[in-house]
């Protein structure tokens, strides 16, 4: 039952959740023209690219560490 309480209670909170931070919904709100938005549209994907990158990159080294790993028994037997 308790589980059933506090998936509820995380449900309802979502929902109140603004979406943007304070200054990023003025900003756009005193917008008149559409470049202001679009404009804050190409920021995030570019800032949305690098944690994503950073990731990538690191389970590619991951990968290259465990594939040498695996190969090296090979290459003594």
Do not use: H, W
Not at 38 to 54: K, R
């Amino acid at each position: 039952m308790k589980n059933v309480v506090y998936t509820l209670a995380v449900l309802f909170m979502a929902l109140s959740a603004n979406a943007q931070c304070a200054m990023c919904r003025a900003a756009l709100e005193s917008s008149d023209s559409g470049i202001k938005p679009e404009a804050v549209n190409d920021g995030i994907v570019y800032l949305m690219i690098f944690p994503y990158l950073l990731v990538a990159l690191a389970g590619y080294a991951v990968y290259r560490l465990r594939k040498k790993k695996s190969a090296l028994p090979e290459a003594e037997g």
